[in-house]
T-cell receptor, first 111, second 117 residues
């Protein structure tokens, strides 16, 4: 089955700096890669996703890149703000299959 | 994005009782819903896939007689934790699969915090 690894497990950045989270996956058939943000005690919220027919996608301060050859994808947050502090999860899915989640990255943005 | 609700948000029960958690897709139909369990500071652990009109598919190590799943309609799946024990205390989150123009997206409910005394 699919295996998703996520790094780093914790990330502390100064407000205004960029944050980068990286994930690798094992199943070459995976073609959908969402990113979720989870604040303490709340539900995971989908913040951006990418499908295997594109290599990069951007939404305001958030961008995701995908390298299918290397089987890795990354989340980039620019101009970080304190409200970006949360746990971020990457996930991967092949068609018709379930989502497999990474272990999560706890991001702390220091004012 | 699509909206998924979950009820109750929090429940405290005595050991040995059963607890039912409901997951509803509010503005779309979901033939497939998922139930996850999340321990503090850990990732989401898939327990089972709930399929409308058929039996749920359980992940390895999850007891189907302990965690009963019913997906009787296109907008509702229920998880019943039977004969709950303190070790069942956890954060349970459901998600629903939305398929829009052939593209699948998964949306999560707000979660249910279960405490078994």
């Amino acid at each position: 089955g699919e295996n998703v690894e996520q790094h780093p497990s914790t990330l502390s950045v100064q407000e205004g700096d960029s944050a980068v989270i990286k994930c690798t996956y094992s199943d070459s058939a995976s073609n959908y890669f969402p990113w979720y943000k989870q604040e303490l005690g709340k539900r995971p919220q989908l913040i951006i996703d990418i499908r295997s027919n594109v290599g990069e996608k951007k939404d305001q301060r958030i961008a995701v890149t995908l390298n299918k050859t290397a089987k890795h994808f990354s989340l980039h947050i620019t101009e970080t703000q304190p409200e970006d502090s949360a746990v971020y999860f990457c996930a991967a899915k092949a068609a018709g299959n379930k989502l497999t989640f990474g272990g999560g990255t706890r991001v702390l943005v220091k004012p | 994005g699509a909206v998924v609700s979950q009820h109750p948000s929090r429940v405290i029960c005595k050991s040995g009782t059963s607890v039912k958690i409901e997951c509803r897709s509010l503005d779309f139909q979901a033939t497939t819903m998922f139930w996850y369990r999340q321990f503090p500071k850990q990732s989401l652990m898939l327990m089972a896939t709930s399929n409308e009109g058929s039996k749920a598919t359980y992940e390895q190590g999850v007891e189907k007689d302990k965690f009963l799943i019913n997906h009787a309609s296109l907008t509702l799946s229920t998880l019943t934790v039977t004969s709950a024990h303190p070790e069942d205390s956890s954060f349970y989150i459901c998600s629903a699969r939305d398929v829009d123009r052939g593209r699948e997206t998964q949306y999560f409910g707000p979660g249910t915090r279960l405490l078994v005394l």
